[in-house]
């Protein structure tokens, strides 16, 4: 089964992406701040980390860098998860060391194609199929919205 590490200060947002990502067949670990998550990338191997930017301890930016520095974990998969959508953190972003990037509130087929397109560019992974409730799931993250 498909690991995903979610790294996320905010419980409210944890428990969106998870019931995205669980109801998509993924398995789905959780960690509170960025030491937790190297500690938690250490431990159980995910084969992608979703990754909050604002976080105490070590921020997402801090992560992503420590990651790359490590052999072991250089080519594992992390996607930033920001609300900051301003201009310079995007592009910030996109030119650092992270393969992608979804802006908070994470929407439902964002998420899908960030995935699709991350294990697309590897062979022999199989992306699990879209589940039969997508509705449900994208109105509790519309209804999320003003969380941070
Ligand atoms: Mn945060």
Do not use: W
């Not at 998509?24 to 909050?52: F, H, K, S, T, W």
């Not at 699709?116 to 992306?127: I, K, M, P, S, Y």
Request: aromatic letters at 4%; proline letters at 6%.
């Amino acid at each position: 089964m498909t690991k995903i590490l979610i790294a996320e200060d905010n419980a409210v947002n944890r428990e969106l992406l998870r019931e995205l990502l669980e109801a998509r067949g993924y398995a789905v670990d959780e960690a509170c701040d960025g030491q937790e998550a190297l500690d938690m990338i250490a431990q159980n191997q995910p084969d992608i980390l979703l990754l909050d930017i604002g976080m105490p301890v070590l921020d997402g930016f801090a992560v992503v860098s420590k990651i790359r520095e490590n052999p072991r974990l250089a080519s594992l998969p992390v996607v930033a998860v920001t609300a900051y959508a301003m201009h310079g953190d995007r592009e910030k972003i996109l030119n650092s060391k992270f393969d992608g990037y979804l802006s908070k509130p994470v929407n439902a087929r964002a998420l899908t194609e960030e995935l699709e397109r991350l294990f697309g560019t590897r062979e022999n992974r199989d992306v699990p199929p879209d589940p039969p409730h997508e509705g449900d799931a994208s109105g509790k993250t519309r209804a999320a919205g003003s969380s941070k």
